[in-house]
């Protein structure tokens, strides 16, 4: 599970794969993304991707929230995370939270992001396959990808909601 951020910044928290990816050379950052991301990086970018992490967090929301502030006005986010299945596959002692696609793609639109494209594509299949079965992979598959585009500002209503402070009042 890790974070990267337009391939100049790598995030992982696991002090193992953090060590492995700095032998090589990688800029990577050890850090809990729920803390303040603006505060701990301060560039922007144009490309967040985010590998079966989001199940990780405590709050998914913030942290994909708080991702926005670090893209570039029309930056894109692509996430990649293990469906809640009917074989329970997607059942780990280390995941917080199970999506489906609409699940997903609910909070993506909540947190002021865009759907640009979904996919099931099992990496293992002939392309073939993919290609006949991909409807049917984004609800029944073992993961789903998204790719996602910053909009200007998110659509909550702010009266109806007991928001913490880190989120933007204005």
Known sequence: ??????????????????????????????????????SLIGEDFDLIWCTDFIVH???PFKMLYDSRELLNESGKIILQIPLMSVLNKHKSSCHLY???KKSLVYL????????????????????FLNIIFEPLLQIFGTNIWIL????????INKNKLFL????NNN
């Open 57 to 59: 967090t405590a709050s």
């Open 164 to 167: 913490p402070k880190w989120i």
């Open 108 to 127: 993506l639109e909540t947190c002021g992001y865009k759907i640009i494209k979904t996919s099931g594509c099992i990496r293992r299949l002939p392309a």
């Open 1 to 38: 599970s890790y974070m990267l951020l337009q391939g100049k910044m790598i995030i992982e928290k696991d002090e193992k794969f953090s060590k492995i990816a700095k032998s090589l050379g990688l800029n990577v950052k050890s850090f809990n993304v729920e803390e303040d991301l603006r």
């Open 98 to 100: 199970a999506f489906n």
């Open 148 to 155: 996602a585009e910053k909009i200007p500002e998110p659509k």
